[in-house]
């Protein structure tokens, strides 16, 4: 079975910190998600990936980088942290053309 | 982005009742999925419905993709405690468009 691995279950920071949330996926996928998810909006895409050193904004990027060097490894970058980015956070990989996602079991991020 | 309308937003049922949840959109899609949260865990797929009208069954679960291409339903028949959890509708439009989901509770 494919296995997305969230590097952190839970996490708390500071306003204006630096934020780094990894997510590695062990089945050579081509495309990889960084999504977030609140209560009553369902998950929302942030950003997304086809490939290495690839990357196309989702459909709330503000806030928010990523970065690929690697195929398996999708890291996804919070400049200055903010309260409003308080979220879960889960990644995602799938096959090129597959719509079957496998999802990594999230990060639950708080920022104070 | 894509919008889908997801309800019931929640249900809170007994054991052993039929649930029901829909979603539909303003837009035609190709393709709907119905993806299952269980708590502490990220999503996964139940089930994939790729025609107008086709009706699919996962055990307990049958899904159905509306002949309008606009909408789809999630059925889960005689419900267990281990059906607790988010349940999302999800279209396909290049990448994946998520409803808000419709949390499930089942009491014994």
């Known amino acids: 079975d494919v296995k997305v691995t969230q590097s952190s279950r839970y996490l708390v920071k500071r306003t204006g910190e630096k934020v780094f949330l990894e997510c590695v996926q062990d089945?050579?996928?081509?495309?990889m998600f960084w999504y977030r998810q609140d209560p009553g909006l369902g998950l929302r895409l942030i950003y997304f990936?086809?490939?290495?050193?690839?990357?196309e904004k989702g459909d709330i990027p503000e806030g928010y980088s990523v970065s690929r060097e690697k195929k398996e490894r999708f890291s996804l970058i919070l400049e200055s942290a903010s309260t409003n980015q308080t979220s879960m956070y889960l990644c995602?990989?799938?096959?090129?053309?597959?719509?079957?996602?496998?999802f990594g079991s999230g990060t639950r991020l708080t920022v104070v | 982005g894509q919008q889908l309308n997801q309800s019931p937003q929640s249900m809170f049922i007994q054991e052993g009742e039929d649930v029901s949840m829909n979603c539909t959109s303003s837009?035609?899609?190709?393709?709907w999925l119905w993806y299952k949260q269980d708590p502490g865990e990220g999503p996964v797929l139940l089930i994939a419905?790729?025609?107008?009208?086709e009706l699919t069954s996962n055990g307990r679960l049958t899904a159905q993709f509306g002949i309008t291409r606009k909408d789809s339903f999630l059925n889960i028949s005689a419900s267990i405690p281990s059906d607790v959890g988010i349940y999302f509708c999800?279209?396909?439009?290049?990448?994946?468009?998520f409803g808000q989901g419709t949390i499930l509770t089942v009491h014994p």
């Open positions: 995602a990989s799938s096959l090129e053309g597959y719509y079957g996602y496998t």
């Open positions: 089945m050579d996928h081509e495309n």
């Open positions: 990936s086809y490939d290495v050193k690839m990357k």
């Open positions: 837009s035609i899609f190709n393709t």
């Open positions: 419905l790729y025609k107008a009208g």
């Open positions: 999800v279209t396909s439009y290049g990448k994946l468009t």
